[in-house]
């Protein structure tokens, strides 16, 4: 091999590293335009309703009795004094059956060209909760007084759009903003409350509850199965929604005219403790929060895909350099390294143009385009530098492929790895078939290449 190949090898590879370069600064543009998206979807949940978790309804008893005698002796007049000091406690009771039934639309609200989803929900809660005699505690307790408080957690209270009115035992009741930091011990977070009133001592109760709630959030809603016995069906007009959380729906039914699911979660499925601290902002992230989960997600998200279709233009860089070599040793035309370049830099501009049309139409068609312009310019291109229409055509053909291959990666991310190694067993199978006749050690010598292949 001659100095010359050498050198043309250095500079293909050289030219290869350079173009790295503006394939980074689009995946930063990708990167910052993602950001703006996320930036624009909090500004719009501070605006209206973040996204939502609902835990409870729940009951928290708060009780009193008297502790074992304390003997004091004044230590001025020696006079020696009993008492039985009163301790107060917080009790926590889950409903016994609960069964939420509700209706999701969806909302698209835009802010110039980036978008956000709000959800509003139509719930209608029923279910009961029963207080046993003594609260159940030893008998050995002695009781002084308790009270009742219904408690409802919310990730965002500004969602409410109505005023519940809630049922308890046939009397109307409403509900009021926390107030007592007490009670936070039992249900963290944000939260509604409702005051039941004193509670008898030695009798059972039974507390049977039934309310509407309006609530509107943005993308996310979480429901944390608080009870012992859960129902939850939930049905809304958005076709693509992502169930998540720890549990999933029993039944499901996903169409184009939306989704109907339900679910039946038993106490013995989950913890009372990690439930009751789904509302927590120091879990709201932790994947193991005891709720099932529903994203109200954008089927397509334009700035995740071409942030993966930029991760293979390395690889469009690599296989065109290949192929132009390729023809140059079979063909002995040479292809100058700023040819190579201008090619390789619309390589690059195609992935520019997929984000940028992407904006403003859908997908496909942002990728059409934006591949057909950028074919169309290789092909005029190389039609001139390989001195004939039919090798820029078969080039033309070739990254028609490669752009079939990548948008069929893009929408099945699961066979990404098997599309990918096809694609690279058939390119190194086309160069060594291709290649099989030429003897490497005389590509610098004369009239060598021709007819050979």
């Not at 050289?14 to 503006?22: A, D, K, R, S, V």
């Not at 698209?108 to 980036?114: A, F, K, L, N």
């Not at 759009?161 to 007490?182: H, K, T």
């Amino acid at each position: 091999m001659d100095r010359k190949l050498l050198y043309k090898l250095l500079s293909i590879g050289l030219l290869t590293l350079l173009l790295m370069l503006p394939l980074f600064m689009i995946e930063d543009q990708i990167r910052g335009r993602s950001l703006r998206q996320d930036e624009v979807k909090e500004n719009i949940a501070r605006s209206a309703a973040g996204a939502q978790t609902l835990v409870g309804p729940v009951l928290a008893i708060r009780y009193r009795e008297r502790g074992a005698p304390e003997t004091r002796k004044d230590p001025d007049t020696g006079q020696i004094t009993t008492s039985r000091p009163i301790h107060e406690h917080l009790l926590t009771l889950p409903a016994k059956a609960l069964d939420i039934r509700g209706k999701a639309t969806v909302e698209r609200r835009s802010r110039g060209i980036y978008q956000a989803r709000l959800f509003h929900l139509d719930l209608s809660f029923a279910g009961n909760f029963q207080v046993p005699g003594h609260l159940g505690l030893s008998s050995q307790v002695e009781l002084v007084d308790a009270q009742a408080v219904l408690l409802l957690g919310l990730a965002d209270p500004r969602g409410v759009s109505n005023d519940p009115e809630v049922s308890i035992n046939g009397q109307i009741r409403r509900f009021e903003a926390a107030q007592d930091g007490l009670l936070e011990q039992t249900l963290p977070g944000k939260r509604l409350e409702l005051d039941l009133g004193p509670l008898p001592l030695d009798e059972a109760k039974r507390f049977d509850f039934s309310f509407p709630l309006k609530l509107t959030g943005t993308e996310e809603l979480a429901i944390a199965p608080s009870a012992e016995a859960n129902t939850i069906e939930l049905t809304s007009d958005w076709p693509h929604p992502s169930f998540q959380g720890r549990f999933l729906p029993r039944e499901r039914r996903v169409d184009g005219q939306g989704f109907a699911a339900r679910w039946e979660v038993s106490h013995l499925a989950r913890s009372l403790e990690a439930t009751l601290q789904a509302n927590d902002a120091r879990f709201a992230n932790d994947s193991r929060r005891e709720v099932l989960g529903i994203s109200f997600m954008d089927p397509v998200n334009v700035y995740l895909q071409a942030e993966r279709a930029v991760k293979y233009g390395s690889l469009f860089i690599v296989l065109t350099f290949a192929a132009f070599f390729l023809g140059e040793l079979l063909r002995r035309r040479p292809v100058h390294p700023m040819q190579y370049l201008l090619v390789g830099l619309a390589l690059a501009m195609f992935f520019l143009l997929l984000i940028a049309l992407s904006e403003h139409f859908s997908f496909l068609l942002a990728y059409l385009i934006s591949a057909a312009a950028c074919i169309g310019l290789i092909c005029t291109y190389l039609a001139g530098v390989l001195g004939g229409r039919r090798p820029a055509l078969a080039f033309g053909a070739g990254f028609t492929g490669l752009y079939g291959v990548l948008y069929g990666v893009l929408q099945s991310e699961d066979n990404s790895l098997l599309m990918g190694s096809l694609l690279l067993f058939i390119a190194l199978g086309a160069i060594m078939l291709s290649t099989r006749r030429l003897n490497w050690y005389r590509l610098g010598e004369p009239g060598h290449g021709e007819g050979e292949a």
